[in-house]
């Protein structure tokens, strides 16, 4: 109920408070508890056919919890959470408010500059991570890694949780240039997850997807509130969210009647055709929602609510239900007022306009570690001594029926696609920019979805201005990506006030995004589109962004482009070239020519389709055909064996430890394939019967054992690809499942998957059967290669490779004529501070750490040889179609990277070389390897040596799952030189180079290293110096 006080002329809305609570002192993990004894094999949480019932979710946050008090966690204490979008990211926020803490959420899509910020501004000491993999480039003391934490099969007894106690903090845009935090307690939290309940009223057994970003306060109705009532929540993945179709698929797939968004996202569903089943509640909040919006909404049949409320009075402080042809006026949520006063704290006259300011149960305690802000925002209440209320700095009035209108700001904050963005932090972050002087940002085009940001710089000098593509650069190292303005226009002078401030309504208009010019300067394309792809790409982009022509290696968003655009280009393609181009697609390539390689390279090596056939086809795959042909001539050569460790936190469960390894063999037919000689010696893959896997535990140590098992050859032809022990040691808390894979079975990617499926079966979860097999992966392979397509790949390779001569490193001993493919390792290390160095040059060149690498290795290959055309092997995932996310085998292939060095270039040129080589060859990797081998004349297998190149470079990232021990490597070497880099937690590498013993020496090798380190420090402190006298 609404209350009506007429106060001077006034009214104050103030609800009814006399409809109790969940109880006193009831939290929200509270409700989740009592919820999950009442249903423990009830769905609670789902996403990528990953799920969990209400006990496991129960057992997963419990062993979170147990984790962080383990490491000393204390009432109250911050403890950063860094999760992608999945299943884990529930237990892990959940676990955190068990254990007593307060959850500080970050996005792990979001720079580390950013992030960094947040975990030094909160004192968080811990971090948690899906994996070892997640967030790195994050400074923290201390790292819990899901994968390490082990579930409480019994029950636990959680910290006393204080209705007064922290729940977490949020960290939104700062004026001052620094974000700020804002405290939210239990009893704030729980008062609005009871609001909801009420209204706008959900059904107990909601389905609910959760589609904002965890570091936007509105992701906490998403994850909480339907655990609370025994309802499901459906995490969608980072690519359902940002593509309208597969969030319309997801919408259907999982039977929501209900989801909440901000209204570019709902705009964006009903561009991309989304037809909502009869009776569908679409909760809309985050920034304005346009009349027109609801308009549409209400005539596709919806239930519309529009949501209010800042992050500083928990989520959402006021609701309303729209009804055609009515404004927006908004009731306050339960335990919440909601009042227009002056400057003075006292009330305007009725329908006169005012700040609003909001007080009750949902008032944050304040800004963490900001006690001046705080008192600014946070004043007394005049009425009620003892409580506070929030100035919102929004401007409304109170209309006669009770209820608040909001009509717009009293301040400079802008909103844009629900993101509060204050313009002093973009300001803040562009002035550390070397090349300017000075900056402002303006909002331009509305408050609301269709807003656009608009930065202002005055250069250090006027003769040499910073580019928007080199500001933009600078934004994205450290702040996310709504913080980045569409526009960069450069001024001789900011408009000032006569008393010398800023005057931000003085910055000009600017004009809209017509060309080129609009980003770079350039007044016409500098190239045209060519091809008939591109062509027909660049009329759709160009007819959709208003303009006469686009060029095709410009930025679509430099150009003017947005999400509702991107979506209307994306069903253009589709509709005119018969494609499936998806959402993120434009995002990731974000120019013509980059879409139109995309769709290219689909038409090339197509979609594989149907139901898995692994049993039904016995033909080898190209790569399969390659490792068998080497095992037949080497069958005691151990190059091809590869480990997987599995770390489970002990006591180990046996039983379901051989119910996990049973699954993963039941889900993968190629990891019980034999390949047996047929009458005339040509190998025939037998898939053999799934069996129950029995595993006895061992003690010893893993890396002797898995070494052991390393140096061990497979019989192709007599048993399946695989061999699994399980191994414990003396005083160790983890038992290790120890996998030696053969490559015919599994690439770099596949061996992820293994350990990600084991583990997630280990812990009780449901692991969906793929897609697709291998065979049909196999099938569609041979089917493209054999198409039209196929010759356009050749071409660019013949091209490519024309002359190119093998990298003949100075070796210790003549090349023999037959290989051994034994080999030896050395490892280095490259330090983080270096590492950060050359991540700067190549943001420069819009190129990636792991380019910077290849073009530093290429660099040392051409001082160690006196030549200046280096070529080398690189690996390509081969798994950019749909469907091949969860496939288990060999996709990965390999390509091969040609660079001029020529000419006294400097690092920075030749990163540039480096890069544009790599796209190219990405683009054209979509054939077998052998068939480039076979397109190309070469005289290097007649030398025993690979046909193509002798040096391999492989850039691995973060292992996802550390074993826990240095890996062993096999004593064995595919090339006369590989460099493998894994990058480290703390921002540095760690590298290997794998060489033939027949041809060095190890002190040849370990030389080789050194340089290599002090090449990449060289470069990144000088970039610009010739790389080769």
């Known amino acids: 109920m609404i209350g009506i006080h007429d106060s001077a002329k006034s009214l104050v809305a103030v609800p009814d408070s006399a409809r109790p609570g969940p109880g006193a002192g009831t939290t929200v993990p509270d409700l989740i508890r009592a919820v999950a004894h009442r249903l423990p094999d009830a769905v609670a949480v789902e996403s990528a056919g990953n799920r969990l019932t209400y006990g496991q979710l129960l057992a997963e946050a419990s062993g979170v919890a147990e ?12 403890v950063a959470v860094a999760i992608p979008r999945g299943v884990d990211l529930v237990p892990a926020l959940l676990g955190v408010q ?32 899906a994996d070892a993999a997640g967030a790195p480039g994050l400074r923290v003391p201390t790292r819990i890694q899901l ?19 922290t729940a977490y903090v949020i960290y939104t845009s700062g004026s001052t240039g620094r974000p700020k935090g804002v405290v939210v307690t239990h009893g704030a939290f729980a008062n609005f997850i009871e609001s909801m309940r009420e209204r706008p009223g959900l059904p107990d057994a909601v389905v609910l997807p959760a589609v904002s970003t965890v570091s936007f306060d509105i992701a906490g109705l998403e994850l909480f509130l339907p655990l609370t009532t025994g309802g499901r929540v459906v995490v969608a993945r980072h690519g359902e969210t940002s593509d309208p179709r597969r969030l319309a ?36 909040g985050g920034e304005r929602l346009p009349a027109e919006l609801a308009e549409r909404l209400l005539g596709e049949g919806v239930v519309l609510w529009d949501l209010y409320g800042p992050t500083e009075t928990t989520v959402w402080s006021a609701v309303t239900r729209h009804e055609r042809g009515t404004p927006a006026r908004f009731h306050p949520v339960r335990r919440t007022s909601l009042r227009v006063l002056d400057a003075g704290l006292r009330p305007v006259p009725l329908a006169e306009e005012g700040e609003l300011y909001i007080g ?12 001046a802000l705080t008192a600014t925002r946070f004043v007394a209440d005049p009425d009620d001594a003892g409580a506070r209320l929030y100035r919102t700095g929004d401007i409304a009035r109170q209309h006669p029926d009770g209820r608040i209108e909001i009509l717009g700001r009293s301040d400079d904050q802008i909103k844009i696609r629900g993101f509060r963005i204050e313009p002093g932090e973009v300001e803040h972050l562009l002035a550390g920019h070397p090349g300017v002087a000075e900056a402002a940002v303006r909002a331009f085009g509305g408050n609301d979805e269709n807003a656009r940001l608009v930065a202002y710089v005055r250069p250090v000098d006027p003769a040499d201005p910073p580019d928007a593509r080199h500001l933009r650069q600078h934004l994205a190292r450290c702040a996310p990506a709504y913080l980045v303005p569409a526009q960069f226009v450069v001024l001789d002078e900011l408009p000032r006030t006569p008393n010398g401030k800023l005057n931000r309504s003085a910055l000009p208009r600017p004009a809209e995004p017509t060309g080129p010019a609009a980003t770079t300067g350039r007044t016409s394309p500098d190239e045209p589109a060519r091809g008939t792809t591109e062509q027909r790409i660049a009329a759709i982009v160009a007819e959709v962004l208003q303009r006469p022509e686009v060029d095709p290696h410009e930025d679509f968003f430099a150009l003017g482009g947005d999400s509702l655009r991107a979506v209307q280009i994306v069903l253009r393609l589709n509709e005119e070239l018969q494609t499936e181009v998806p959402i993120n697609a434009l995002f990731e390539a974000r120019t013509v020519y980059g879409i139109a390689a995309l769709l290219d390279g689909d038409r090339t090596a197509g979609t594989p389709a149907g139901a898995p056939r692994d049993a039904g086809d016995a033909r080898l795959s190209a790569a399969q055909w390659r490792l068998w042909l080497h095992q037949l001539a080497a069958p005691d050569s151990t190059v091809d064996n590869t480990p997987v460790v599995v770390r489970l936190p002990g006591p180990v469960d046996s039983t379901a430890l051989e119910r996990a390894v049973t699954g993963l063999l039941e889900r993968h037919a190629i990891l019980r394939t034999r390949y047996e000689p047929d009458p005339s010696g040509l190998p025939v893959p037998v898939v053999q019967p799934a069996s129950p896997q029995r595993l006895a535990v061992e003690d010893g140590d893993p890396a002797a054992i898995l070494a052991e098992e390393l140096d061990r050859p497979f019989d192709l032809a007599a048993a399946p690809p695989v061999r699994v022990r399980l191994v414990s040691r003396p005083a160790d808390e983890y038992a290790y499942l120890l996998m030696v894979v053969h490559r015919i079975a599994a690439d770099d990617r596949s061996r992820e998957l293994i350990a990600d499926q084991v583990r997630a079966a280990y812990r009780g979860r449901t692991v969906p059967a793929p897609l697709l097999g291998y065979a049909d992966v196999a099938r569609s392979q041979r089917e493209h290669s054999a198409g039209p397509a196929a010759r356009r790949h050749l071409d660019f390779w013949r091209a490519t490779l024309s002359g190119a001569a093998a990298v003949e490193l100075p070796a210790d001993r003549p090349r023999p004529e037959v290989r051994d493919w034994r080999g030896g390792r050395v490892r280095f290390d490259v330090p983080a501070a270096v590492v950060r160095a050359l991540d700067d040059v190549a943001a420069d060149r819009d190129a990636t750490r792991g380019t910077a690498l290849l073009a530093g290795l290429s660099a040392l290959l051409a001082r160690r040889t006196g030549g ?7 690996p390509v995932a081969g798994r950019d179609r749909p469907g091949l996310e969860h496939v288990v085998g060999m996709l990965e292939e390999t390509a091969v990277i040609r660079v001029d060095i020529a000419g006294g270039i400097g690092f920075r040129d030749l990163l540039g070389r480096v890069r544009a080589a790599t796209v190219a060859a990405a683009e054209h990797a979509v054939l077998p390897f052998e068939d480039i081998v076979g397109a190309v004349p070469t005289t290097a297998q007649a030398e025993g040596r690979n046909p193509l190149f002798d040096v391999f470079f492989a850039d691995h990232g973060i292992p996802a799952h550390p074993a826990g021990f240095p890996l062993p490597h096999p004593p064995a070497s595919r090339y006369d030189l590989s460099c493998d880099l894994t990058a480290r937690a703390d921002g540095g590498v760690d590298g290997g180079l794998v060489y033939a013993t027949q041809l060095f020496d190890e002190t040849t090798v370990a030389r080789l290293a050194g340089d290599y380190v002090a090449l990449l420090a060289e470069v990144a402190a000088n970039p610009d110096a010739p790389v080769v006298s």
Request: hydrophobic share 45%.
């Open 67 to 78: 984790a962080l008090r383990h490491a000393g966690v204390g009432p109250g204490e911050p």
């Open 98 to 129: 068990l254990a007593g803490a307060a959850y500080v959420p970050l996005d792990p899509e979001h720079p580390a500059d950013r992030l960094n910020h947040v975990i030094a501004d909160s004192g968080a000491r811990i971090l948690l991570t």
């Open 147 to 165: 994968t390490d934490v082990a579930v409480c099969r019994s029950p636990v007894h959680p910290a006393p949780l204080h209705p007064d106690a």
């Open 249 to 284: 698929a997801l919408l259907a797939d999982t039977g929501a009647r209900v989801m909440q968004a901000t209204p570019i996202t709902w705009r964006l569903l009903l561009e991309a055709g989304w037809s909502p089943p009869p009776g569908f509640t679409v909760l809309c």
């Open 360 to 371: 009750g149960a949902g008032v944050a305690t304040g800004y963490l570690g900001r006690p």
């Open 868 to 874: 200046t055309d280096v070529t080398v092997g690189v």
